[in-house]
């Protein structure tokens, strides 16, 4: 029996994806098209991990260059400058998702495990009124599989009683390197790997 569900985010409980593609655009106009589309190719394939993980990557394994932590940070200021007010619009929650969270927040332990920045997602979440129907709220720079472990660990949860909710497959990794069952949703290349949600109105947990 479920008791407890951790979901991801962006692409899940907010259609933000867009929004942040275009951020990571504006962040880096300055190079050539050819680089920011690889980045923008390694964005969309990779919706579970961070802006620091994604500008890290920019740098070191497209631009062949070495980057330090505070320029890093300096790059991911900046993309939240770009993303945090704008994503903290009503019009781009996922409608499905979040009838489900309203009609079943007292019924399981819902927590929310990103890869977008902790600070921008509990502020997000707070103008967006998300925050009451969670027990935690996290994100980077801890990585996913981290943030799902010690939620296990903090909440003293059972694994088979633990699902994570993910549309990428770095939230199938996260899930499977903590032994607990993996729902894919909004994402078809995921159908194949578990058990995948259509519709939050006919799902079966």
């Known amino acids: 029996m479920i008791k407890n569900i951790i979901f991801d985010f962006d692409g899940v409980i907010l259609d933000s994806v867009p929004v942040k593609t275009e951020a990571f655009i504006k962040l880096f106009q300055d190079y050539e098209k050819q680089y920011i589309d690889k980045l923008v190719e390694y964005h969309l394939k990779n919706g579970g991990k961070s802006r620091y993980l994604k500008i890290q990557y920019f740098f070191e394994d497209i631009l062949g260059q070495s980057i330090k932590e505070n320029t ?25 998702t979040i009838e489900f969270i309203k009609l079943n927040y007292t019924k399981y332990n819902l927590h929310i495990a990103s890869g977008a920045d902790k600070k921008d997602l509990k502020y997000i979440c707070d103008n967006l009124d998300l925050t009451k129907y969670f027990l935690s709220i996290n994100g980077s720079p801890t990585v996913k599989s981290e943030i799902v472990r010690e939620i296990l660990k903090n909440y003293d949860y059972k694994r088979e009683e633990t699902i994570l909710i993910g549309d990428s497959i770095n939230d199938y990794e996260a899930a499977k390197y903590n032994r607990i069952e993996f729902y894919g949703y909004k994402n078809e290349n995921l159908v194949k790997l578990n058990k995948y949600i259509k519709s939050f109105k006919s799902i079966k947990i």
Do not use: G, P, R
Not at 81 to 88: A, C, D, G, R
């Open 72 to 96: 890093i940070n300096e790059f991911a200021i900046k993309y939240s400058q770009l993303t945090k007010e704008e994503l903290s619009n009503k019009k781009y929650l996922i409608t499905d």
